[in-house]
């Protein structure tokens, strides 16, 4: 199994920058963000609003002052509360930012557990935290930092980085990992990559039970347990996914884009497409046309 086919494509660091910041809003700039993985840590600090997160086997209503903590290779989604919007800070950031690839004690014993997912981390961090006050202040100092975006920037956010996973440490939300959970959230896996690479052919759920060896039935309540939605609902999130990318960066018609994205009932389509955007297909290509 090639895992990197379902891993996210987008490239968050690099040798020189091991970092991205990204401003993010909550149906408002993305529906929502569908079930992924990549190989950095990604902090979430919530500005304001809620929304509903997906972390691991980890499922939580998120609220203004939450610090998420996201270690890699977990799969995670966020999907808008009924509602609400949210606004949030994201740093997605390279594990060697953290000197995972050190041969100290430190990187051997604290940091490459947290990267290999022998040591999980609760990934929420609300007001009533014994340290909230010390990590808010630190969480704020990274997003700071990596707006700055600066080379003298990059030292402070590495100090403020080892300083979060202290105070982590320190209270206990950092902890041996069970195997059993760890190897319970890979069981599906091998079916995000079909659909995340073959979204546009006609998938059933029989084709995905049999890619991770299960049963149509133990399948489907494997699935919704660790993504939170149903596999087909799933797909479909995926395949409007696809759809906004392909009107919002080539001129092609709704049509043409429902057809790549594996619709052959183009009312089917504009009905999925205006209930996961919340606009029409037409007035999505309109409108990101429009702010380009």
């Known amino acids: 199994m090639n895992r990197a086919d379902s891993e996210e494509k987008r490239r968050h660091s690099s040798g020189l920058v091991p970092y991205s910041y990204y401003k993010c809003r909550i149906p408002d700039y993305f529906a929502n ?127 403020e980085l080892l300083r979060l996973f202290w105070l982590l440490y320190e209270s206990g939300d950092i902890f041996p990992e069970k195997e059993t959970s760890a190897k319970q959230s890979e069981m599906i896996r091998p079916a995000l990559e079909l659909m995340n690479t073959r979204y546009f052919d006609n998938i059933t759920i029989e084709m995905l039970a049999a890619s991770v060896h299960l049963s149509s039935s133990y399948f489907m309540g494997c699935f919704k347990r660790y993504a939170g939605v149903g596999a087909m609902e799933y797909l479909g999130q995926i395949r409007i996914k696809k759809a906004c990318e392909l009107l919002s960066e080539r001129d092609i018609s709704v049509a043409d884009a429902a057809f790549e994205c594996g619709y052959r009932n183009i009312s089917n389509f504009n009905r999925q497409f205006k209930k996961v955007v919340g606009c029409t297909a037409s007035e999505y290509r309109k409108k990101s046309r429009t702010d380009k």
Not at 51 to 76: M, Q, R, W
Not at 98 to 117: F, K, W, Y
Request: net charge negative; proline share 6%.
């Open 33 to 159: 963000v569908p079930l992924h993985w990549h190989t950095e840590f990604e902090l979430n600090v919530i500005l304001s609003g809620r929304a509903e997160f997906i972390c691991g086997e980890k499922k939580f209503t998120s609220e203004e002052g939450d610090i998420i903590l996201i270690p890699p290779n977990v799969l995670h989604a966020i999907y808008p509360a009924q509602g609400f919007s949210q606004l949030y800070d994201t740093v997605v950031f390279n594990p060697d930012m953290t000197g995972a690839r050190d041969s100290d004690r430190c990187a051997a014993e604290c940091i490459r557990p947290l990267v290999n997912g022998s040591f999980g981390i609760n990934p929420r961090i609300t007001a009533k935290h014994i340290y909230y006050g010390e990590l808010k202040t630190t969480a704020d100092n990274i997003i700071s930092c990596a707006k700055g975006n600066s080379p003298r920037l990059d030292m402070l956010l590495k100090s």
